[in-house]
Nanobody
């Protein structure tokens, strides 16, 4: 069993920054891809950013240039550095991890961008 524990969400003003963290724990042998998704009220869950074990990254167009995903393979932890936050970034952010054929999700952390 694998657990993903997220932290770092909160309330921030437009233009501000936050860093999300997600640590994987449990029976981990090799995590191929780690990523962040978000879901705003009334909307579908969408990919924000993903990173492979080799460091290749992929971003949603809406966050390119503002968000940076990084990963510490030794700690099985993925980070999402979010800058220049906008009200449209308000959502519950979910961490996920692909290990073999299995997909794991965190419980989600709320990010609210508001003045």
């Amino acid at each position: 069993q694998v657990q993903l524990v997220e932290s770092g969400g909160g309330l921030v003003q437009p233009g501000g920054s936050l860093r999300l963290s997600c640590a994987a724990a449990g029976s981990i042998f090799s995590i191929n891809i780690m990523g962040w998704y978000r879901q705003a009220p009334g909307k579908q869950r969408e990919l924000v950013a993903a990173i492979t074990s080799g460091g290749s990254t992929n971003y949603a167009d809406s966050v390119k240039g503002r968000f940076t995903i990084s990963r510490d393979n030794g700690k099985n932890t993925v980070y999402l550095h979010m800058n220049s936050l906008k009200p449209d970034d308000t959502a519950v952010y979910y961490c996920n991890a692909v290990m073999g054929l299995a997909l794991y999700w965190g419980q989600g952390t709320q990010v609210t961008v508001s003045s």
